[in-house]
């Protein structure tokens, strides 16, 4: 099981861009599609972004179209996600995900792997 570890969160205001990074351990990063989730205080954990193992194929939640942007370097064995025009409401912790089928995970299947989250607070 990969250990994955996301770093980049932080305060930020209203309308401002932070960028998240998660690396993940061991082999076999480009054989796995990657991907962000996120939880809100009193909600449930929900989809933001994913790629495919590739890169070639990504997914958004429609929240966050055309404001994140998730790319991924596999030689580095790190996926990003980078988050723009920033709203109160994307206040949550971040979590970095992986799974062997980034596809089933956006159709709702929860992922396999998961870091251990970073908290990301917009304020207004």
């Known amino acids: 099981q990969a250990q994955l570890v996301e770093s980049g969160g932080g305060t930020v205001q209203a309308g401002g861009s932070l960028r998240l990074s998660c690396v993940a351990s061991?082999?076999?990063?480009?054989?796995?599609?990657m991907g962000w989730f996120r939880q809100a205080p009193g909600k449930e954990r929900e989809f933001v972004a994913g790629t495919t193992y590739s890169g070639r194929t990504t997914y958004y939640a429609d929240s966050v179209k055309g404001r994140f942007f998730v790319s991924r370097d596999n030689a580095k064995n790190t996926v990003y996600l980078q988050m723009n025009s920033l709203k109160p409401d994307d206040t949550a912790v971040y979590y970095c995900?992986?799974?062997?089928?980034?596809?089933?995970?956006?159709?709702?299947?929860?992922?396999?792997?998961w870091g251990q989250g970073t908290q990301v607070t917009v304020s207004s």
């Open positions: 061991g082999r076999y990063f480009s054989s796995y599609g």
């Open positions: 995900v992986r799974d062997a089928t980034m596809g089933e995970v956006v159709a709702g299947r929860l992922p396999q792997d």
